[in-house]
């Protein structure tokens, strides 16, 4: 079946431009993750999501980031005024739900923003 | 807080050589522990985890790791690397799940295995 997937694979920003990164989730997935890989880290947590519903925004760096999942499936990353220490892969996580688990969190491609 | 370390940031190989990628983490709770592979350009996959139960969990492709409660490790192992097996192997810690299972990774280790 389809897995999760992101648009656009690589995102071109020159400083101050305004993006918006999407992920499609595995269907029916009710938990969604947003983490952030600088070049030769780790990822790192963002923000997550049950569904609709914003349940920690605790990894977002600064008010300029914003997550949205108005339907409870495809998601929304925008970064607003883009500066360049935004630029890094930002990675897009579903499963099937976090209550009762653990439950396997299955990674989309990422999307390589890169802000000049 | 949890976090992880990866002790060693590139670990070079020759093919059919053994392998073992540190990891080591620190919890003040229950632990889930994981071994997700990155290919190059690639998103992250799950290699293998540790939920609960017995401390040895295997791969489908010859990849093991021990959970090690007195020492706080999860090392990766495989006694016979192969080409196939050149990519970036990252080490995560889960939080618990009742509070969203949020997955704390370290820096990874990538993992060069020459012929």
């Known amino acids: 079946g389809a897995g999760v997937s992101q648009s656009p694979r690589y995102k071109v920003a020159k400083r101050g431009q305004d993006v918006a990164l999407r992920c499609d989730p595995i269907s029916g997935h009710v938990s969604l993750f947003w983490y952030q890989q600088a070049l030769g880290q780790g990822p790192e947590f963002l923000t997550y999501f049950q569904n609709e519903a914003q349940l920690d925004k605790s990894g977002l760096p600064s008010d300029r980031f914003f997550a949205e999942r108005p339907e409870g499936s495809v998601s929304t990353l925008k970064i607003q005024r883009t500066q360049q220490e935004d630029s890094a892969v930002y990675l897009c996580?579903?499963?099937?739900?976090?209550?009762?688990?653990?439950?396997?969190?299955?990674f989309g491609p990422g999307t390589r923003l890169t802000v000049t | 807080a949890q976090s992880v370390t990866q002790l060693d940031s590139q670990v070079p190989v020759f093919e059919e050589a053994p392998v073992e990628l540190r990891c080591n983490y620190s919890?003040?709770?229950?632990?889930?522990l994981f071994w997700y592979v990155q290919y190059p350009n690639q998103g992250l996959q799950l290699l293998l985890k540790?939920?609960?139960?017995?401390?040895l969990v295997k791969s489908i492709n010859g990849f093991e790791a021990e959970f090690n409660k007195s020492q706080t490790s999860f090392h990766l192992r495989k006694p016979s690397v192969h080409i196939s097996d050149t990519a970036e192997y990252f080490c995560a810690v889960s939080e618990p799940y009742n509070q969203g299972g949020k997955l704390i990774f370290g820096q990874g280790t990538e993992l060069s295995v020459k012929p």
């Open positions: 919890s003040s709770v229950s632990v889930y």
């Open positions: 996580a579903s499963s099937l739900r976090t209550s009762g688990g653990p439950y396997e969190q299955y």
């Open positions: 540790y939920l609960s139960g017995s401390t």
